[in-house]
C-alpha cells in the first residue's frame, strides 16, 4: 500500500502547503485566509521544536492568466512578475507570513522537473493521445461535467454556467493528451478506507469518496489552442494542462528530480491546506499522479471553508472593496490574524462584518487580554518597583491558575496542532485568559496592597507572580497566532531578558510552574490592542 506522510523516513520535515494561487489579480481576504492559517499551523509546530517547511507560491500559467494579460496588453510573464512583486509577496510579509520558500511555476526549476514528471508518465504509457469536446470553465481551469452546470438566467438565460462562477462555459473541442486516471479509482478508494484522516472535513471525504464511487474519467492533460504553460516535451504543439502543472509545485519545490536528500527529508506534504474549491485536485488527481509515478502520498488534504459575501464565495468579481491592508491599518496585523480563525470554524463558511470584527476586537483582544497585561504590569510597577515577586503564599486560587494553564495548553496544542481546529485553540487561551481576569478580580490586589503586614505583603506578592507567569504561558501560546502582540507582552514581563526568546520557548513546556524568575524586570510596554479608530469612511 502506498505510503502516506506520517510515513517520512529520516530526518523529516513537517511540510505544510497552501495552494499556490492564480496570480490574475492581486490576493484578496479569501487568499490570505488559508494563507494565514497555514501559518499559524507552522509557527505552531515551530514552536514545538519541529523542523517545519511551509510552502506557498503562485500559479502563473493557462488561460485565464493569459487572458488577463492580454487583456492589460502585457505579456503573460510581465504580468506575474509584476503581480508578485508588487501584490502577493508583500502582502505575505505585510501579514507576517514565514513561509520556507515561495515557488512560481514559471521558474525553471519548477518547468524542467514538470516536462521530466510529464515525460516520465508518458513513457510508462500512463499518458495516451485522445480526442475530447466539452463545456471548461476558464476561471477554474477545468473541463465541467454536464451535469455540475445550473441554468443560467437574467443576461445569461438559456446558457449554461459553471456552478462556482456563475459565468458561462465555453464548448471546447481538442485533440489532447489523456492520462488515464480512471484506472486510479478502486486504489483511490483503498487508500481513503485505509487512512480516513486523508481528507478532512468529513464533509468533504464523503464528497470526494461519492465522487470517486461513481467512477472516474480519464483526464486531459494538454491544451493544444493556446500557448502559455509548459510545453509537452515530445509534442511542442501542445502545453501541459494547467493544474497537473500547478499540482506538481508541491514536488518541484521541495527538490523533486533535482535534490534528492531534500525531498526525502521533506516530500510528501503533511497538510495540504486548501479551499474547498480544489478538493478534488487534491483529493483524487494529485495523488493518482502520485500513484502513477510511484511517490509517496500526502498527510491529508484540508479543506477550509469560504469567506462569502453577500450569500457567495468571495471571489474577484463580487469583492467587497476590502482589502487585507484595509483592516490591518485599522485593527493591525496580528488581530487580523486571529479574527478570521477565531471567528469561523475551520472548515465551515463565514462571513466578514466590520461590526463583528469590531466587538470581538474590543471586548476579547483589548478587554480581556491587552487589559490583563497593562493591569498586571502597573501594579507590579507601582507595589514592588517593576522587580516581579517572589510568590510565597500559594493557596488553592493560585493552584486552579495553575492547572488552568497546564489546560490551556494541552487543548490548545491538540486542538491547533493536531485537529487544525483554529477556533477552539484559541478560544482554550482566552478562556485561560478570562480566568486570570476573574482571580485577579476576586483576589483585589488593589486592596491587599493596603494591608502592610508581611503576610499581607505576602498575599500580594502571591497574586502579582501567579498572574504575571500565567501571562507568560499566554505570551507562548498565542505567539503563533499573533507573533507581534506576544513578542511585546514577553518584553514587558522582562521575560526576553530572564528566559531567552520567546521563539525557543517550546509550546509543550508552556504549561509548567514557575519558570518566570522572581526578580525579572517587568515594566510597562506599549498598549498591546489598542482602542480602534473611528471606522474609516
Ligand atoms: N491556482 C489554483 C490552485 C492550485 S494549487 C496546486 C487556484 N488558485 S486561486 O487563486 O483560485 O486560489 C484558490 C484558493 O484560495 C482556495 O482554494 C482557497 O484556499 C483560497 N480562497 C480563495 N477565495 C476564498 C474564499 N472566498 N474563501 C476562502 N478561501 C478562499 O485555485
Same mark, same amino acid.
Given at each position: 500500500?502506498?505510503?502516506?506522510?506520517?510515513?517520512?523516513?529520516?530526518?523529516?520535515?513537517?511540510?505544510?502547503?497552501?495552494?499556490?494561487?492564480?496570480?490574475?489579480?492581486?490576493?484578496?481576504?479569501?487568499?490570505?485566509?488559508?494563507?494565514?492559517?497555514?501559518?499559524?499551523?507552522?509557527?505552531?509546530?515551530?514552536?514545538?521544536?519541529?523542523?517545519?517547511?511551509?510552502?506557498?507560491?503562485?500559479?502563473?500559467?493557462?488561460?485565464?492568466?493569459?487572458?488577463?494579460?492580454?487583456?492589460?496588453?502585457?505579456?503573460?510573464?510581465?504580468?506575474?512578475?509584476?503581480?508578485?512583486?508588487?501584490?502577493?509577496?508583500?502582502?505575505?510579509?505585510?501579514?507576517?507570513?514565514?513561509?520556507?520558500?515561495?515557488?512560481?511555476?514559471?521558474?525553471?526549476?519548477?518547468?524542467?522537473?514538470?516536462?521530466?514528471?510529464?515525460?516520465?508518465?508518458?513513457?510508462?504509457?500512463?499518458?495516451?493521445?485522445?480526442?475530447?469536446?466539452?463545456?471548461?470553465?476558464?476561471?477554474?481551469?477545468?473541463?465541467?461535467?454536464?451535469?455540475?452546470?445550473?441554468?443560467?438566467?437574467?443576461?445569461?438565460?438559456?446558457?449554461?454556467?459553471?456552478?462556482?462562477?456563475?459565468?458561462?462555459?465555453?464548448?471546447?473541442?481538442?485533440?489532447?493528451?489523456?492520462?488515464?486516471?480512471?484506472?486510479?479509482?478502486?486504489?483511490?478508494?483503498?487508500?481513503?478506507?485505509?487512512?480516513?484522516?486523508?481528507?478532512?472535513?468529513?464533509?468533504?471525504?464523503?464528497?470526494?469518496?461519492?465522487?470517486?464511487?461513481?467512477?472516474?474519467?480519464?483526464?486531459?492533460?494538454?491544451?493544444?489552442?493556446?500557448?502559455?504553460?509548459?510545453?509537452?516535451?515530445?509534442?511542442?504543439?501542445?502545453?501541459?494542462?494547467?493544474?497537473?502543472?500547478?499540482?506538481?509545485?508541491?514536488?518541484?519545490?521541495?527538490?523533486?528530480?533535482?535534490?534528492?536528500?531534500?525531498?526525502?527529508?521533506?516530500?510528501?506534504?503533511?497538510?495540504?491546506?486548501?479551499?474547498?474549491?480544489?478538493?478534488?485536485?487534491?483529493?483524487?488527481?494529485?495523488?493518482?499522479?502520485?500513484?502513477?509515478?510511484?511517490?509517496?502520498?500526502?498527510?491529508?488534504?484540508?479543506?477550509?471553508?469560504?469567506?462569502?459575501?453577500?450569500?457567495?464565495?468571495?471571489?474577484?468579481?463580487?469583492?467587497?472593496?476590502?482589502?487585507?491592508?484595509?483592516?490591518?491599518?485599522?485593527?493591525?496585523?496580528?488581530?487580523?490574524?486571529?479574527?478570521?480563525?477565531?471567528?469561523?470554524?475551520?472548515?465551515?463558511?463565514?462571513?466578514?462584518?466590520?461590526?463583528?470584527?469590531?466587538?470581538?476586537?474590543?471586548?476579547?483582544?483589548?478587554?480581556?487580554? !491587552?487589559? &490583563?497585561?497593562?493591569?498586571?504590569?502597573?501594579?507590579? /510597577?507601582?507595589?514592588?518597583?517593576?522587580? =516581579?515577586? #517572589?510568590?510565597? $503564599?500559594?493557596?488553592?486560587?493560585?493552584?486552579?491558575?495553575?492547572?488552568?494553564?497546564?489546560?490551556?495548553?494541552?487543548?490548545?496544542?491538540?486542538?491547533?496542532?493536531?485537529?487544525?481546529?483554529?477556533?477552539?485553540?484559541?478560544?482554550?487561551?482566552?478562556?485561560?485568559?478570562?480566568?486570570?481576569?476573574?482571580?485577579?478580580?476576586?483576589?483585589?490586589?488593589?486592596?491587599?496592597?493596603?494591608?502592610?503586614?508581611?503576610?499581607?505583603?505576602?498575599?500580594?506578592?502571591?497574586?502579582?507572580?501567579?498572574?504575571?507567569?500565567?501571562?507568560?504561558?499566554?505570551?507562548?501560546?498565542?505567539?503563533?497566532?499573533?507573533?507581534?502582540?506576544?513578542?511585546?507582552?514577553?518584553?514587558?514581563?522582562?521575560?526576553?531578558?530572564?528566559?531567552?526568546?520567546?521563539?525557543?520557548?517550546?509550546?509543550?513546556?508552556?504549561?509548567?510552574? !514557575?519558570? &518566570?524568575?522572581?526578580?525579572?524586570?517587568?515594566?510597562? /510596554?506599549?498598549?498591546?490592542?489598542?482602542? =480602534?479608530? #473611528?471606522?474609516? $469612511?
Amino acid at each position: 500500500m502506498a505510503a502516506t506522510g506520517s510515513e517520512k523516513q529520516g530526518a523529516t520535515a513537517y511540510y505544510v502547503s497552501t495552494p499556490i494561487y492564480y496570480v490574475n489579480d492581486a490576493p484578496h481576504l479569501g487568499h490570505a485566509y488559508t494563507t494565514v492559517a497555514g501559518d499559524v499551523l507552522t509557527r505552531w509546530h515551530r514552536q514545538r521544536g519541529e523542523k517545519v517547511w511551509y510552502l506557498t507560491g503562485t500559479d502563473e500559467h493557462g488561460q485565464k492568466i493569459m487572458r488577463t494579460a492580454e487583456a492589460n496588453d502585457v505579456t503573460p510573464q510581465a504580468w506575474c512578475d509584476k503581480l508578485v512583486e508588487e501584490a502577493w509577496k508583500p502582502l505575505w510579509e505585510h501579514l507576517n507570513i514565514a513561509n520556507d520558500d515561495f515557488i512560481r511555476t514559471t521558474e525553471k526549476r519548477h518547468t524542467d522537473r514538470v516536462q521530466e514528471f510529464v515525460q516520465d508518465l508518458y513513457d510508462k504509457g500512463e499518458i495516451y493521445k485522445g480526442g475530447y469536446e466539452g463545456p471548461y470553465c476558464v476561471g477554474c481551469e477545468e473541463y465541467k461535467l454536464p451535469g455540475d452546470l445550473i441554468d443560467g438566467e437574467g443576461e445569461f438565460a438559456g446558457q449554461k454556467l459553471c456552478p462556482v462562477h456563475k459565468k458561462p462555459v465555453e464548448l471546447l473541442k481538442e485533440e489532447n493528451y489523456f492520462f488515464k486516471l480512471s484506472e486510479y479509482g478502486p486504489k483511490l478508494l483503498e487508500f481513503y478506507a485505509a487512512n480516513p484522516g486523508f481528507i478532512q472535513p468529513e464533509s468533504a471525504r464523503n464528497e470526494v469518496v461519492n465522487f470517486v464511487e461513481q467512477g472516474l474519467q480519464d483526464l486531459s492533460i494538454s491544451r493544444s489552442t493556446f500557448d502559455w504553460g509548459v510545453p509537452v516535451p515530445w509534442d511542442d504543439k501542445h502545453v501541459i494542462y494547467v493544474w497537473i502543472d500547478a499540482l506538481l509545485n508541491y514536488a518541484t519545490a521541495v527538490g523533486y528530480g533535482a535534490n534528492q536528500e531534500k525531498f526525502d527529508g521533506t516530500f510528501p506534504a503533511d497538510v495540504h491546506l486548501i479551499g474547498k474549491d480544489i478538493l478534488r485536485f487534491h483529493s483524487v488527481i494529485w495523488p493518482a499522479m502520485l500513484m502513477a509515478q510511484g511517490l509517496p502520498l500526502p498527510g491529508k488534504v484540508v479543506a477550509n471553508g469560504w469567506l462569502m459575501v453577500g450569500g457567495e464565495k468571495m471571489s474577484k468579481s463580487n469583492l467587497t472593496g476590502i482589502k487585507p491592508q484595509d483592516l490591518t491599518s485599522h485593527f493591525g496585523v496580528d488581530a487580523y490574524r486571529w479574527y478570521f480563525l477565531r471567528a469561523i470554524a475551520y472548515g465551515s463558511d463565514g462571513s466578514f462584518s466590520w461590526e463583528d470584527f469590531t466587538a470581538r476586537y474590543t471586548s476579547e483582544l483589548a478587554n480581556d487580554y !491587552g487589559n &490583563l497585561a497593562s493591569r498586571v504590569a502597573a501594579m507590579v /510597577g507601582k507595589y514592588f518597583g517593576g522587580a =516581579l515577586p #517572589e510568590a510565597t $503564599a500559594v493557596g488553592d486560587a493560585e493552584r486552579a491558575v495553575q492547572e488552568g494553564l497546564a489546560k490551556a495548553v494541552a487543548t490548545a496544542d491538540q486542538k491547533i496542532g493536531e485537529e487544525l481546529d483554529f477556533q477552539s485553540g484559541i478560544l482554550a487561551v482566552f478562556d485561560f485568559v478570562k480566568q486570570v481576569n476573574g482571580y485577579i478580580t476576586e483576589q483585589e490586589p488593589w486592596k491587599v496592597a493596603k494591608d502592610t503586614t508581611s503576610e499581607g505583603q505576602a498575599r500580594l506578592a502571591t497574586i502579582l507572580y501567579t498572574a504575571a507567569e500565567a501571562l507568560r504561558g499566554v505570551a507562548v501560546l498565542l505567539n503563533a497566532v499573533m507573533p507581534e502582540t506576544s513578542q511585546s507582552l514577553w518584553e514587558s514581563l522582562g521575560a526576553e531578558e530572564s528566559l531567552g526568546a520567546l521563539a525557543d520557548q517550546k509550546v509543550q513546556d508552556a504549561g509548567a510552574w !514557575g519558570i &518566570l524568575p522572581a526578580g525579572t524586570t517587568v515594566t510597562k /510596554g506599549a498598549v498591546l490592542f489598542p482602542r =480602534l479608530e #473611528e471606522k474609516p $469612511a
